[in-house]
Structures are given as structure tokens and as C-alpha cells.
């Protein structure tokens, strides 16, 4: 029975939809899921052969996709970021990419026996990582925070930076093919790499300086940005054959180095964007790999793959790692890690299709050496890297750290006094004043949502296992807690009361009150918020034999308000009910105390032994 392209469509989008939905509930990157339905719907059922269903449609559909995601990817790749990630990230960036390219191109050439031009490209390919695989799997293994920034950061910049370079090479074999001579060629790629440069260039100053300048409405800067894109792309295309996926790349890039561009809302659009656009891709490209191009590689592919995890890995870490303060456990782990992602899958299947229209041989060769080498890295590291890690010892401890919705002046002062004692902390706000402040008093921040898609690649966890909703903002506040209930579990997320305590049953759903557990005594934001505005500040005290929980409520006419304990063993606890507490006489507490009138602060100067053991301001409990 024919089945309708209406239906075949609708069906594209309900298994990406589904794959990425089981990615995220056994937290896994959804790419291999995507590549997985792909290859059921298309060589395994027969369900989906999608040079049937778009007919002339297919390439210039995934074309328009690639340029999408080469530029998504560049907007995030910037100078600074580079520099500021320490030796390690700025020396596997070009080492690291020269070694993975020339072994990936040799083994590919030696051992699959295909042409030099498809083993110079599946070289050039084979260097991308991406955040899109390596997110999931560091919140899965949880290194230790040394390790998790090098290989989140690796990710992040070498995306669009593969991507590049693996747009220059295929401009370089399309250029050498159209010459006749090697004068002719030359040419070819200098006008291909000047068209892109310049014109990519010039695109990206004029729509960043439309953003800053505020030349269009808020409302279009998305579509409007996505849709001049693409039209610089065609234009591209047209004075220089294929030269527009250098061209977005370096438009990307462009933007994203521009000063005071708002571009963080065109990244979040980024978001529905790769759930209905790009999953749909991937599940086109993977109905197209054919099981009998796989079997005709024979073993010459896994020992290319082998090549690649267990020679041109090694060595690119081992190589920049020289100078850098890692260990061999440090550099082990990160050896083993480099899973393959949408960048490597994307252009490998655009630049096979075009080497083949124009007649180069064995070009059918590199989508499934890609697909297999995204499959293998993903699907072994994301099974191996958790035990890989406790073996070697590199695998952070105990989760007891604080992410903190809110970088408001009451949650500063809160993250400031965790920090004193070694607890890792993450303040989270779409506030930039509240940001700024944090940055200002030395808090790790932020800025965004830290439910999107942006955040998921961002926002470092790494020791964090903890959410604490101290927000205004309501609508952000229930996402946030509904987002890290299933993340960080019932017991580990905490929100104040969204009104006056005899009013919370009124102001929250039974069904949130139930999920959810209540911080401070069940004090809404609002009361925390006044309660500072009157001089409340946080401090930090010592209890002991001659200064009991007692005697502290008494100093502060039981007005003080508990924040946290530190029991005996250095565990933190948020606290929930002060009514219950009974602190020993060798924990600490965190607690809003109010403001002492000037007698009593003139007494405690001149008998502070008897005022308490607070400790001041950058001394740790455990100094």
C-alpha cells in the first residue's frame, strides 16, 4: 500500500520529536537515537527513501540545513573564549585538529584504499566533537571540574572551527577539479575563499550593527537574521560555486565578536529550530546510508575507527597537554573521550553529495565512515566513560553543591557565604545588573535561562546537585523546578513559598507543594527581599560549648533567620523548618540576622567574648 508524503512528513517529525524525547529521559545525546531511527525508517523497513519523497527537493533541503548549523555553530565561537580556557583548550584546538586531521586522512587513504580527496575530507571531518554530544555525556560521568571545562570547551569551539576547516577543504578539491592547469585552481579557491570572507564579513557587521543599533524590531531579529542568512548564502553561491558555507561560517563568527550585539535570543531560537529542523535532518541522512556501502569497507573500517579512538586521540591530548599542569589519570580520560556529533554527520553527507554529482570516486565511501565513526565514539564512550572515570579517580564526588535561580542581592549574599566554605555554587538570572554583580563579587553566574538549549552546552554542574529557587520571577520559577525535579530528584530541590506562609497553600498547586520541598521556614521571596532592605545581612556562626543554638537566638532576640547548617561531618543542609533543627555545638550555621542597634554593638566591641563565635568574612570553618 503507497504511502502519502503528507503522511511520510508528518511521520519525519513525530520520530524525531520521539527520539529526542528518549534521549533526554535516559540522558544520552539524542544524535544517536536520530541516526538510529533514521536507519529503521529508511534501509531496515523501507519505510522512508527520501530521495523519493523531496525529489530535486533533497539537496538544496540539506544544504540550506548545513548552512543553518555552520552558522548557529560559529555565533558561539568567541576570541576570547579561547584565550580565557586555559593552555590545554588553546593548544587542542590546532594541535589537536592537525594531528586528528593528517591521521584520520592517512588511515582513510592507506586502509580503506579510497581517493585522496575523500580521505582529506573524512580528515578534516573526523576533528569535530560538538557540545551536542559531549553535554550529555559530562552529565553522565561527572568528571572533576578541571576535566569537564576542557572537554565542554573543546566542544563548544571546535564546532564551528572543524566546520571551517572542512569547508576549506572541500573548496580546495572542487577548485583543484575545475583547473585545468594548477594556476587555474589556484584561482578558483582564492575567488571561492575571497567571496566567502568578504562577503561573509560584510554581512555580519551589517546585520550586527542592525541588531545594535535597534534598525529593526525585537520581533524579527530571528527570523529576520535566519532568513538574511540564508539569502547571503545564495548570493554566495552564485558569484562563487559553493563558497556560502564559508561564507555563514565567517558571518557567524563575525557577529558573535561584534560589541553589545544582542545575540543571545537568536541562540535560543536556536532551540525549536534543531528539535523540528535538524532531527528531521539527521533522520533524512540516516534513511539514506546504505547497509551494503558499510559492508564493502569491511574491516578496513573498524581499523580506521580504532586508528582514530586509540592513536590520533592519545596523541593530540598527550601533544597539548606539554606544559600544562594534568596528570597522566587527567590526560587518560580525556584520550578516551571525543565523541563525534550533528556537525560531522551534516556537511559528511552535503559533501558527499557533491563530490558525487561531480564524478569523484569512492565519494559514496564518506557518509557511512562518518555514521559509523558518530555511532562507535557515542555509543562506547557514553557506556565506558562513567566506570573509566571512577577507575581512574577522576570522577567528581558527591554532587552537594547549589545551583541558585536568582543572582538577586539576597541570593549574592547567600552563594557568597557557601563559597567561604568550599560549597560550589551557580547563580542563574536573565537579569544582566544582577549578573554583573555577581561577576563583580567573584559569584560563578549564569546569564540565561538555565532551562534552555543554550544552557544545557553552558551552564557548568559540575559538583552541583542541588537547586534552589530564591526568584521574583514566577513563570521561570515553576520551569526551573519542574526542569531539575527530573535532573536533580524530589529531594534536592528547593523553593520559597510564592506568598505569606498562611497564603501558600492558596498561591501553589498541591501537586508542587508535594514535589517541591520549602526553603527558610517557608518565607516567600518578597519577605527575604524586605527583610534585607532593613539592614538583614547574612553571616556565618560557630556554635561551641560556651556559645550553644541557644544562646545564638537569644543574641538576635530570635529574629534571626537559619539559612543552612553544617553539621559535624562538613555537610551542608538548606534549612527547611526551624522549629525541628537542633544543632550541636560543633556545627556552623548560615543564618539572616538582623542589624544590631548601636548599644549592643558597642557592648559586643568592648566584651567580645561574650559576643559569639561569628567568623568574619573569608575565613573558612575549616582554616
Request: proline residues 5%; hydrophobic residues 50%; contains cysteine.
Amino acid at each position: 500500500m503507497p504511502v502519502s508524503t503528507v503522511l511520510l512528513l508528518a511521520s519525519i517529525g513525530v520520530l524525531s520529536l520521539f527520539c529526542q524525547w528518549l534521549a533526554w529521559r535516559v540522558r544520552m545525546p539524542a544524535i544517536l537515537f536520530l541516526l538510529a531511527g533514521g536507519i529503521a525508517a529508511g534501509p531496515w523497513l523501507g519505510f522512508l527513501a527520501p530521495e523519493v519523497v523531496f525529489g530535486d527537493l533533497l539537496f538544496p533541503l540539506i544544504s540550506l540545513s548545513v548552512a543553518i548549523i555552520l552558522f548557529e555553530g560559529s555565533l558561539t565561537l568567541r576570541y576570547e573564549e579561547i584565550r580565557g580556557h586555559g593552555k590545554m583548550v588553546r593548544n587542542l584546538i590546532p594541535v589537536g585538529s592537525i594531528v586528528t586531521c593528517i591521521i584520520g586522512t592517512l588511515s582513510a587513504r592507506w586502509l580503506l584504499d579510497v581517493s585522496w580527496e575523500v580521505a582529506l575530507l573524512f580528515g578534516a571531518i573526523s576533528i569535530v566533537t560538538g557540545p551536542t554530544v559531549i553535554a550529555p555525556l559530562l552529565r553522565s560521568v561527572r568528571p572533576d571540574a578541571k576535566l569537564a571545562n576542557i572537554l565542554r570547551w573543546e566542544g563548544i569551539i571546535i564546532d564551528p572551527v572543524g566546520a571551517l576547516l572542512a569547508v576549506l577543504v572541500f573548496e580546495g578539491i572542487v577548485s583543484w577539479g575545475q583547473g585545468n592547469v594548477f594556476g587555474h585552481s589556484l584561482y578558483i579557491f582564492g575567488k571561492t575563499l575571497a567571496v566567502g570572507f568578504l562577503i561573509g564579513a560584510i554581512a555580519g557587521y551589517l546585520n550586527g550593527l542592525a541588531l545594535r543599533k535597534h534598525l529593526i524590531p525585537q520581533y524579527l531579529h530571528n527570523a529576520g537574521t535566519l532568513t538574511f542568512m540564508l539569502g547571503v548564502y545564495a548570493l554566495s553561491n552564485e558569484l562563487a560555486h559553493e563558497s556560502g558555507l564559508l561564507t555563514v561560517t565567517v558571518m557567524g563568527i563575525w557577529m558573535a565578536n561584534m560589541k553589545q550585539v544582542p545575540i543571545d535570543s537568536i541562540l535560543e531560537f536556536k532551540e525549536s529550530l534543531s528539535v523540528l529542523l535538524i532531527s528531521a535532518l539527521f533522520i533524512i541522512l540516516a534513511a539514506r546510508v546504505e547497509f551494503s556501502a558499510i559492508a564493502e569497507l569491511g574491516w578496513g573500517l573498524v581499523a580506521v575507527l580504532a586508528v582514530l579512538m586509540l592513536v590520533a586521540r592519545p596523541m593530540s591530548i598527550f601533544l597539548s597537554a606539554i606544559g600544562t599542569s594534568l596528570n597522566w589519570r587527567d590526560k587518560l580520560f580525556l584520550s578516551w573521550i571525543a565523541p563525534r556529533g550533528i556537525v560531522a554527520a551534516a556537511v559528511s553527507a552535503l559533501f558527499a553529495f557533491q563530490l558525487q554529482k561531480l564524478g569523484y570516486e569512492g565519494a559514496g565511501a564518506l557518509v557511512p565512515l562518518i555514521f559509523m565513526l558518530i555511532i562507535a565514539t557515542v555509543t562506547l564512550q557514553s557506556l565506558t566513560a562513567r566506570p573509566l572515570a571512577k577507575l581512574l579517580k577522576v570522577a567528581e564526588p558527591a554532587e552537594f553543591g547549589f545551583l541558585i535561580l536568582g543572582a538577586n542581592p539576597v541570593a549574592r549574599m547567600i552563594a557568597a557565604a557557601l563559597k567561604k566554605y568550599e560549597v560550589p555554587v551557580t547563580l542563574a538570572d536573565t537579569n544582566w545588573e544582577n549578573v554583573r554583580q555577581a561577576r563583580m563579587n567573584n559569584i560563578p553566574v549564569y546569564f540565561g535561562n538555565p532551562v534552555s538549549e543554550h544552557a544545557s552546552t553552558h551552564l557548568d554542574l559540575t559538583g552541583i546537585g542541588n537547586l534552589l529557587v530564591i526568584s521574583p520571577y514566577k513563570h521561570m520559577n515553576s520551569l526551573a523546578t519542574y526542569h531539575f525535579l527530573d535532573w536533580f530528584g524530589k529531594d534536592s530541590v528547593f523553593t520559597l513559598a510564592e506568598g505569606d506562609p498562611e497564603q501558600k497553600a492558596r498561591h501553589q498547586t498541591a501537586e508542587k507543594i508535594q514535589m517541591t520541598r520549602g526553603l527558610f521556614d517557608g518565607v516567600s521571596y518578597a519577605k527575604l527581599a524586605s527583610l534585607v532592605s532593613q539592614g538583614y545581612t547574612v553571616k556565618t556562626t560557630q556554635l561551641s560549648d560556651e556559645f550553644s543554638y541557644e544562646d545564638f537566638l537569644e543574641k538576635y532576640h530570635r529574629q534571626a533567620l537559619v539559612l543552612f547548617v553544617f553539621d559535624s561531618k562538613g555537610r551542608v543542609s538548606p534549612v527547611l523548618d526551624m522549629e525541628p533543627i537542633k544543632p550541636e555545638n560543633d556545627w556552623i550555621l548560615i543564618s539572616l540576622v538582623p542589624p544590631q542597634a548601636p548599644k549592643e554593638r558597642k557592648e559586643r566591641e568592648e566584651r567580645p567574648e561574650e559576643a559569639g563565635q561569628e567568623l568574619p568574612d573569608g575565613v573558612s570553618a575549616r582554616d
